[in-house]
């Protein structure tokens, strides 16, 4: 098994996709959804089934101390996937944050193209308390759902428990089991899952470890909650 890395200099960008509808207006989501097959499940115990990357003083990537560590420290977002293609899967993974600078970004990306484009859904959280789900075309994130404060977010040195959704052509984002936000958007249907990383500012430092990641084959309940 495999995984790919991947490099752009884009950064995040404030521009709504048209196609999108923001939903979710009240305090849960509009629809609900079912576990059923547990398609992947790893611990990082080993290191065979996820790439080593040394780029020097600009990024590392590896799984060290029971954990996958990204430590990111140029003006770009970075992604790793599997070389796996799912379609509507519920995907869980913890992510703590080592460093101390806040404004960054980092989280769990899915239906990535599994051509290494880029393209894909990045649900997104930071250090700094905010949260947003975006959309990359290969050349920049753009905002599905813009970002937003959350006090369900661990700020700073922290770890934070991450679910998201993707169900046909709904998208959804919890926190530390909380829904926060959920919108639809139908520009991919299929692709691979992976984790990501994003600093927007030169001569400052990202360092993260993803724990007990989990991807089920799930189904849309959009007459329960």
Request: charged letters at 20%; a negative charge; proline letters at 2%.
């Amino acid at each position: 098994m495999r995984i790919h890395l991947y490099l752009v200099i884009l950064l995040l960008t404030a521009s709504c996709q048209s196609i999108a509808e923001r939903l979710g207006a009240g305090d849960g989501p509009s629809v609900g959804f079912t576990y059923l097959d547990l398609l992947y499940s790893d611990q990082f115990d080993g290191s065979g089934n996820w790439m080593t990357y040394d780029g020097g003083d600009n990024l590392k990537m590896a799984v060290e101390d029971g954990s996958y560590k990204i430590w990111l420290a140029t003006r770009q977002y970075v992604w790793t996937q599997l070389p796996y293609t799912f379609d509507d899967v519920v995907v869980e993974a913890e992510v703590r944050q080592l460093s101390d600078y806040d404004h960054n970004a980092y989280g769990i990306a899915c239906r990535l193209d599994p051509a290494n484009s880029g393209r894909g859904y990045y649900f997104l959280i930071g250090g700094d308390g905010y949260y947003s789900i975006r959309w990359s075309n290969g050349r920049s994130l753009d905002a599905i759902v813009s970002a937003k404060p959350s006090g369900l977010i661990n700020r700073g040195l922290a770890a934070n428990r991450m679910k998201a959704i993707c169900l046909g052509d709904y998208l959804a984002l919890w926190i530390n089991g909380q829904f926060v936000a959920e919108a639809r958007d139908s520009r991919a249907s299929a692709g691979a899952v992976g984790l990501s990383a994003v600093m927007n500012y030169a001569g400052k430092t990202l360092e993260l470890a993803f724990d007990d990641l989990k991807i089920w084959r799930s189904a849309l309940d959009e007459a329960g909650r």
